[in-house]
């Protein structure tokens, strides 16, 4: 596991880089999970860090036609998300936007 990433002043370069060393990142993982050091990932554990710093958000119930979030569902497994955590992006996106609009923030 000698080999490091080197510095990028491209994306361009970085993009060369890990397609020319998939197979040294795919032995890493190997060796992480060896070694039993694999873990859920940075983005998952991050979240759940913070989620447990700001305390729980409020379950609540909303009804919508089953057309809207059929749509939901499309959208947001096109961006890779869940559509609860897609909805509540559109509605604090547009909660902003009506604040601004209302002179407030």
Known sequence: ???KQP????????AE????????????FE???????LGNGTV???ARERSSQAGASP??????AEEDLTRAR???????LRYQ?????LLHQALNSEAKRAGRR
């Open 44 to 46: 998952a554990r991050l």
């Open 31 to 37: 060796q992480a999970k060896t070694a039993g050091k």
């Open 7 to 14: 510095p990028f002043k491209t994306e361009t370069q970085e």
């Open 74 to 80: 499309t959208f947001a497994a096109a961006k890779g």
């Open 17 to 28: 880089w890990w397609a020319k060393n998939q197979n040294l990142i795919a032995d890493r």
């Open 85 to 89: 955590t897609y909805l509540k992006m």
């Open 1 to 3: 596991m000698a080999k």
């Open 59 to 64: 379950t609540i119930t909303i009804r919508l």
